[in-house]
């Protein structure tokens, strides 16, 4: 563009030089005023940046707001703050944790021990928790943006837990139960456990009063509380570079590479507390199950970048990256009881391979020189991780929950911010 500048202005010159020897030689009648264009081409390029050439970001430079944030095409440091609502994929699977009835463990009331008492209707499951919830986050980004309008930059992105809950109690649906009042109560499977674990000695009226032990024997069996939750909570961060590839008037496309974080964490817990028949309950007559998976992944990306200019201060832009991570998986499920006097666990570690792809659609807007506000919609899609398809292992001497592979985890949400 400076060529092209010199260039007129030598031939205005010259014109001019030409013109005086000219009109010497005319009289005054004749002389005609020369008319000159000078071949200049303005892109809206700065002064102090001379560098940068080709799509700027379109300015409003009025009003002048005296803050501190530079001028666009400037190298320097910049920060971003925003707030994301995201929703993520509910990968535990639908398994029944409670039915309603009790379990003769000793043979008394039925004359053979292990006969189940009741209707057997469901009483709690996994499906109970309800469906999935959007959660708020915050993300955030600090870089540095060089004159040629390349930049690197770390960002992270934080999503609050999303908190899942769902119980059962003695209260049957519209009070129905059997004569015996069986349905009042629930029990589960649980096997293998501890004498602690043994529950009230009287908790029905099929126990005699100061018996050394219930006929339900075991927290599990004739429970008259279970409450079930699930926390799922994800982060995700960045160490990347952006580089400009092609730019026009209107658009520019640039290309994207780095290393990228990503943090799955879930945890499902489940209580239940068995009463006495006089309606109270000892720390010792409760216990909590919880299972806890964590999926670390680790890996490089590359992507691309497209930004075009829409009307007067907005743009649009897209970026696609994809990456391949490489996960480390915790699995963590321990029975405790509710006086913390004993427990059990078992844990496995293992490894995966998660390929990842994410696409950013955002809307700015340059309300004044060296600000930008974005809205725009992220998602965020991961491919084989993990996932509690049966959370609770009922065999507590060797705790086996359910792991699968989760083929697809989305996601995704709105994200405004400056």
């Avoid at 998986?329 to 321990?334: D, L, N, T």
Wanted: aromatic share 12%.
């Amino acid at each position: 563009m400076r060529q092209r500048f010199m260039g007129g202005a030598l031939l205005a010159a010259a014109a001019v030089f030409v013109g005086a020897d000219t009109v010497r030689a005319q009289t005054p009648a004749d002389a005609e005023p020369p008319v000159y264009q000078l071949p200049i081409t303005v892109r809206g390029q700065m002064p102090s940046s001379p560098a940068n050439t080709g799509f700027d970001a379109p300015l409003n430079s009025e009003p002048t707001i005296p803050i501190p944030t530079g001028k666009t095409g400037d190298a320097g440091f910049y920060a971003t703050a925003e707030f994301v609502y995201l929703t993520q994929t509910r990968t535990v699977g639908n398994q029944i944790i409670a039915f309603r009835g009790i379990v003769d463990s000793t043979g008394a009331i039925t004359g053979l021990p292990g006969t189940y008492v009741g209707s057997g209707q469901v009483g709690l499951t996994t499906r109970d928790l309800g469906r999935s919830t959007f959660a708020p986050g915050v993300s955030t980004e600090l870089g540095y943006k060089f004159e040629d309008g390349s930049r690197i930059y770390f960002s992270y992105l934080h999503m609050f837990d999303s908190d899942y809950s769902a119980g059962a109690t003695l209260a049957a649906p519209f009070a129905r139960s059997r004569r015996d009042l069986t349905d009042t109560f629930l029990t589960s499977g649980v096997f293998n456990f501890s004498p602690k674990y043994a529950g009230p000695g009287q908790k029905t009226a099929f126990d005699l009063p100061g018996a050394p032990a219930s006929n339900t024997y075991g927290i599990w069996n004739g429970a008259s509380e279970m409450t079930i939750t699930l926390v799922q909570r994800f982060q995700t961060g960045e160490i990347g570079g952006r580089v400009p590839v092609y730019q026009t008037d209107y658009s520019r496309v640039y290309g994207l590479a780095g290393g990228r974080y990503a943090w799955f964490y879930e945890r499902f817990a489940w209580r239940t507390v068995s009463f006495a028949s006089d309606g109270t309950s000892l720390p010792s007559d409760a216990a909590t199950y919880s299972n806890r998976l964590s999926q670390h992944l680790y890996g490089p990306f590359i992507g691309c970048g497209h930004e075009v200019f829409l009307a007067n201060q907005f743009s649009l832009s897209l970026d696609l990256t994809a990456a391949l991570l490489l996960g480390t998986v915790s699995e963590r499920a321990k029975y405790e009881l509710g006086d913390l006097s004993t427990q059990a666990k078992r844990g496995v570690n293992e490894w995966t391979v998660v390929p990842n792809a994410n696409a950013n659609l955002n809307l700015w807007w340059y309300p004044i020189e060296g600000v930008q506000v974005r809205l725009g919609y992220q998602a965020m899609t991961f491919f084989n991780t993990r996932s509690m398809s049966e959370p609770v292992g009922f065999n507590v001497g060797a705790i086996d929950p359910r792991y699968d592979v989760q083929y697809f985890r989305l996601i995704h949400g709105l994200n405004v911010g400056v």
